[in-house]
């Protein structure tokens, strides 16, 4: 089974500072996509960043960063400067070669930006 | 910028009433995608379309219907809705292409609550 699990239902973080959003996945494909999509509160889901399993070098976009650990089948998203925009929902998903077009997303981590 | 359109924000409908959820896309893609999203259970696939009048089967498919008779218009159908049909439905597309440019582009989503 396609599974994605997001252990932290709500973190939150102080402006400015750095949080971590845990994301671990489970397949047994070796060809495979990793995402992050961030919902605003009423606002559509987009996306933040996204890694490509066979690349070794993490994904970075501005603030965003992640750290993938291909073995450990782990996938987290580091947002750095937090700032009261992020407050948002995130979901980690992920993609096969061999699932074609179908995502398989995690539960979300709903972020709290603290002024 | 790619755009998924979605007809309504909210609807509210009775028990037993047939239900039409509507969704367009601009961009041209070949796939389309509806999800149920509820709190705590994270995006589950209800029924995707990588095709005009195709379409496939995803989790939760027991009590949807979909239609497709163009490129850029996906409908989800509830035949007959029940209580337990109360929630947030999002679409998406995506781009038949492979590798990371694959990604899913989402409208902002419909609340529909039976009463």
């Known amino acids: 089974a396609q599974t994605v699990t997001q252990s932290q239902p709500e973190m939150s973080v102080q402006e400015a500072e750095t949080v971590t959003l845990s994301c671990t996945y489970d397949?047994?494909?070796?060809?495979?996509?990793l995402f992050w999509y961030k919902q605003p509160p009423s606002r559509q889901m987009i996306l933040v960043i996204r890694?490509?399993?066979?690349?070794?070098q993490n994904a970075t976009e501005n603030r965003f960063s992640v750290n993938f650990q291909k073995a450990a089948k782990s996938f987290s998203l580091k947002i750095s400067d937090s700032q009261l925009g992020d407050a948002a929902m995130y979901f980690c998903?992920?993609?096969?070669?061999?699932?074609?077009?179908?995502?398989?997303f995690g539960t979300g981590t709903s972020l709290t930006v603290i002024p | 910028d790619v755009k998924v359109t979605q007809s309504s924000r909210y609807l509210v409908k009775r028990t037993g009433e047939k239900v039409f959820l509507e969704c367009v896309q601009d961009m041209d893609h070949e796939n389309m995608f509806w999800y149920r999203q509820d709190p705590g259970l994270g995006l589950r696939l209800i029924y995707f379309s990588y095709d005009v009048k195709m379409k496939e089967k995803g989790d939760i498919p027991e009590g949807y219907s979909v239609s497709r008779e163009k490129k850029e218009r996906f409908s989800l159908i509830l035949e007959s809705a029940s209580t337990n049909q109360t929630s947030m439905y999002l679409c998406?597309?995506?781009?038949?292409?492979?590798?990371?440019?694959?990604?899913?582009?989402f409208g902002a989503g419909t609340r529909l609550s039976v009463l």
């Open positions: 998903a992920y993609r096969t070669r061999n699932t074609g077009n179908q995502f398989y």
């Open positions: 397949t047994s494909e070796s060809d495979y996509y």
């Open positions: 890694q490509e399993a066979y690349k070794q």
């Open positions: 998406a597309s995506s781009p038949l292409v492979t590798g990371g440019k694959n990604i899913q582009y």
